[in-house]
């Protein structure tokens, strides 16, 4: 399966802003849809947000307008932009291929995914 990479993580106060970014371990990146997710504690996994290969996006009630997702295919590299990070933004950040949007099944396996803390 797609093998992909996430990083970009940290600690921030409410308010702040963090650039998360994702790689795939295939050369045809650029041909899938890609999204990403995230697991708070004690939650289950959610999507957060979706873009197409043609860069449509789409994205969950909570984070619209406050979030950003884009990708370069040149560069094959997926981008999450998280401005006015809010405490329930905490979670472990993951993203992956072969769908944008919310309930549709992607094909990549899941890594180990980035962690973002929203704390004063």
């Known amino acids: 399966q797609v093998q992909l990479v996430e990083s970009g993580g940290g600690l921030v106060q409410p308010g702040g802003s963090l650039r998360l970014s994702c790689t795939a371990s295939?050369?045809?990146?650029?041909?899938?849809?890609m999204a990403w997710y995230r697991q708070g504690p004690g939650n289950q996994r959610e999507w957060v947000a979706g873009?197409?290969?043609?860069?449509?996006?789409t994205y969950a009630d909570s984070v619209k307008g406050r979030f950003t997702i884009s990708r370069d295919n040149a560069k094959s590299s997926l981008e999450l932009q998280l401005t006015n990070l809010q405490r329930e933004d905490t979670a472990v950040y993951y993203c992956?291929?072969?769908?944008?949007?919310?309930?549709?099944?992607?094909?990549?396996?899941w890594g180990q995914g980035t962690q973002v803390t929203v704390s004063s």
């Open positions: 992956n291929a072969g769908c944008s949007f919310s309930k549709c099944r992607p094909i990549g396996s």
């Open positions: 295939q050369r045809t990146f650029r041909a899938y849809d």
């Open positions: 873009i197409t290969t043609v860069g449509r996006t």
